[in-house]
């Protein structure tokens, strides 16, 4: 059973950028249409640069187009985790970099002719367990410099043992609003990156219509094609989330995300809410996750309908903290805007404002926080975790079944949306082979 499409998609029109069908020069080209991309490409163009955006797809049809678009500094156990262990400072600069973003959305609105329905609201951490992990994130987000209230009032139909709220959030719809910031830029649509070539401090990005010669590349293409350098596949996983957009539920105001092992996500929009859960690894059996969602819905709310269903996928970097910055240290000319974390909208603005500064000569204060080249040595277990299921995932792959592209894993059948799923990497495409999820870059050849 394929999923459908989200409130977004239905509710926006595409943007109908042509394809690219020529060989051409410029100062930048940025390979993803998504948020990351078109951001970057939109500070980058207000300094000046010619740029390019190439989108495999269409622009938003990605992870943009399927997030729940959260607006909030407020990352599941982020805060903890970091202060665990990189230090407070770094944890500090983390609260300092995705406040700045919320801060940068709503400037950047406020010079349009609509809202992009962004609206101020509380975000809250809850769980209906034990609370001690809940109250260590509030001391380690105390730290961080972010105030966070520790209370039981929460507007949820659930026994709720302790929830943490952070004001000054805020919610949008982010294909209207990827819409207004496309404008001026030059796009091409339908327009894959089937080879790069790199020599003499420029690269040549090949498309099956053109190419483009370029000074600076920006892989905002959620997870970097291109294996060596960079090594991003050995340091990142990719994990899928399901959605369904609920009617006749009693009005929100705050947007909520459990920290137990079957917590749910909420979030209000206009007359739906958005409840989220069924998370798991990318090629890992989902089971029934609309439908288990849906009962979880009916149990709380007897009289609720799901009008659409989708489902998203995310990267996650071995430490929790998002790779943005130069892409190799051999790749000069190179930046890379992966491992989101489930957290996209603010960490693209995130990218945009650090890559478009490393690019301009800037010093920025997240350099240090965010760099693809920091030690992981902190984060030694998840890195052999990720080694041991890339290298199952390539036994199986040379013993049977179908093979992906990218680096030849076995191929796990994802009944639930009818698809062919990576479990080393992601890679994810339809039963006929149509690619549908990068890093592979190419589509399956079914016979």
């Known amino acids: 059973m394929e999923q459908g499409i989200s409130i977004w998609q239905a509710d926006t029109p595409a943007h109908g950028h042509p394809e690219l069908a020529e060989r051409i020069r410029c100062d930048a080209a940025v390979i993803g249409g998504g948020l ?61 970099a995705q406040t700045e973003a919320i801060g940068a959305y709503a400037r950047f609105i406020s010079t349009l002719d609509t809202d992009c329905g962004f609206t101020w609201c509380p975000a809250y951490l ?3 367990g034990d609370d ?3 109250k260590a994130e509030w001391k380690a ?64 990005l090949v498309t099956p219509g053109g ?27 990719q994990e899928r989330s399901y959605v369904l957009a609920l009617e006749n539920v009693p009005a929100m105001e705050g947007m909520y995300l459990g920290i137990d092992e079957r917590g749910l996500s909420f979030r209000p929009e206009g007359k739906y809410l958005l409840l989220g859960g069924g998370g798991h690894r990318t090629g890992e059996d989902s089971g029934r996750p609309y439908e288990i969602l849906l009962s979880r819905a009916k149990a709380m709310w007897p009289e609720c309908r799901a009008a659409e269903r989708w489902s998203a996928q995310d990267c996650m970097s071995v430490d929790g903290v998002p790779f943005i910055g130069r892409y190799a240290r051999s790749r000069p000319e190179w930046y890379v805007a992966t491992g989101f974390g489930k957290w996209g909208m603010t960490n693209s603005m995130v ?97």
């Open 132 to 134: 001690r992990r809940l």
């Open 126 to 128: 809850y769980t209906v």
């Open 36 to 96: 990351a991309g078109i951001l970057t490409a939109k500070l980058l163009s207000r300094e000046g640069a010619d740029c390019v955006v190439l989108e495999r797809d269409g622009v938003g049809s990605g992870e943009t187009g399927h997030t729940t678009a959260k607006i909030t500094a407020q990352h599941e156990l982020i805060y903890q985790r970091i202060t665990k262990d990189r230090g407070a400072d770094m944890a500090r600069l983390y609260a300092a």
């Open 351 to 447: 990218s945009a404002r650090l890559i478009t500064d490393l690019i301009c000569g800037r010093e920025s204060p997240y350099t240090q926080l965010f760099d693809p080249a920091r030690s992981l040595t902190h984060a030694s277990a998840a890195l052999a975790n990720e080694a041991g299921h890339a290298a199952k995932g390539l036994t199986k792959g040379l013993l049977k079944g179908r093979r992906c592209a990218h680096m030849g894993c076995h191929l796990e059948w994802n009944a639930a949306e009818g698809t062919w799923d990576c479990p080393c990497h992601g890679s994810r495409y339809t039963a006929d082979g149509i690619l549908l999820e990068n890093p592979a870059t190419e589509d399956l050849h079914i016979e």
């Open 211 to 237: 190419a483009v010669t370029a000074k600076t590349v920006v892989f905002a293409c959620h997870y970097p094609i291109v294996n060596v350098p960079g090594w991003y596949f050995l340091r990142q996983h």
């Open 141 to 204: 987000a105390a730290g961080a410099g972010l105030s966070m209230a520790l209370t039981t009032r929460t507007e949820l139909p659930l026994p709720v043992t302790s929830a943490l709220r952070l004001d000054g959030q805020a919610r949008f719809r982010p294909l209207e609003f990827l819409r207004q910031a496309a404008r001026g830029l030059t796009i091409y649509e339908h327009s894959p990156v089937r080879d790069i070539r790199y020599r003499d401090g420029e690269t040549v």
